[in-house]
C-alpha cells in the first residue's frame, strides 16, 4: 500500500501524462480517464485536478508531450532544404511512432506547443526561401503533419486500439481482402498479407517520407513556370 508521503511525491503533472501515455500505448486513447488515472495512482479523482482540471486539459497535455523533446534547430539547420524538410517531417514521425494511439492529438496541439511552434516555423522558412510564397508554403506544412499522423496511425498492422484488438481486426481484414473473387481483384486478393502488415517497419516510414518530399520537390518548377 502506498503511503500518502510516496502519493504525493509521485503525483504530479508529469507523473499524470506519463501514465496517461503508457494507458494510451497498451489500450487506446479511449481508455485514458481520469478516473481510471486516480485508480492507477490510488487515489481519487479529485486529487488529480490539482494537475489537470478535465480531460480535455489532460489529452492537451499528452499532445504537447509528444514533442517536448524535439529540436527543430538540431533537426533542421543544414544542408539542401528538401533534406531538411525530410529531416523535420522524419522527427514528428519519429516523435509520434513512441506513442502513436496519441498520434492524433499531434496535429491538433503542434502549434499550441513551444517546441511544436518551433518545428513550423522553421518548416515554413525553409519553404519561403526556396520559392514557395507563404500561402503554400502553410499548406504544404499543414500537410506535413497530416502526413506524419497519418503514416503512424495507418501502418499496416499497428493499429491504434486497444492491443488485444489488433489481431482479430487484422485478421478480419486480411480474410475479408484474401476472399475477394481472384478473377476480378487479382493482385488485389493477392496483396491481403502485403496491405495488413508491414516487415519493414523503418522502411515503411523511409519511403512515405520521401514520396511526401518528392511530391513537394516536383510542385517548384511548376510553381516557378507559372510565375514567370
Not at 502506498?2 to 496517461?20: G, Q
Not at 495512482?41 to 523533446?69: C, I, Q
Request: proline residues 4%; contains cysteine.
Amino acid at each position: 500500500m502506498r503511503t500518502k508521503t510516496a502519493v504525493k511525491t509521485e503525483l504530479s503533472r508529469d507523473a499524470v501524462v506519463d501514465r496517461a501515455l503508457a494507458i494510451a500505448d497498451v489500450e487506446g486513447l479511449d481508455a485514458v480517464t481520469i478516473r481510471r488515472l486516480a485508480q492507477e495512482f490510488g487515489v481519487t479523482p479529485m486529487a488529480l485536478y490539482w494537475h489537470v482540471s478535465n480531460k480535455d486539459e489532460l489529452l492537451a497535455a499528452m499532445g504537447d508531450r509528444l514533442f517536448a523533446d524535439l529540436d527543430a534547430d538540431a533537426v533542421a539547420s543544414t544542408g539542401p532544404w528538401p533534406q531538411q524538410l525530410r529531416r523535420l517531417v522524419a522527427a514528428v514521425v519519429g516523435a509520434l511512432r513512441a506513442h502513436p494511439a496519441a498520434a492524433v492529438l499531434g496535429s491538433q496541439r503542434i502549434l499550441y506547443s513551444d517546441s511544436g511552434r518551433d518545428l513550423a516555423e522553421r518548416a515554413l522558412e525553409l519553404l519561403v526561401r526556396a520559392g514557395f510564397d507563404v500561402g503554400m508554403a502553410c499548406d504544404i506544412a499543414r500537410h506535413s503533419m497530416q502526413t506524419a499522423v497519418m503514416l503512424v496511425t495507418q501502418q499496416p498492422g499497428e493499429l491504434t486500439t486497444a492491443a488485444e484488438l489488433r489481431e482479430g481486426l487484422m485478421a478480419e481484414k486480411r480474410a475479408a481482402i484474401a476472399s475477394l473473387p481472384v478473377d476480378r481483384f487479382p493482385l488485389l486478393a493477392a496483396s491481403a498479407v502485403a496491405f495488413t502488415s508491414c516487415e519493414d517497419d523503418d522502411g515503411y516510414y523511409r519511403f512515405g517520407i520521401d514520396l511526401f518530399v518528392a511530391g513537394v520537390e516536383g510542385m517548384l518548377p511548376r510553381r516557378a513556370s507559372k510565375t514567370r
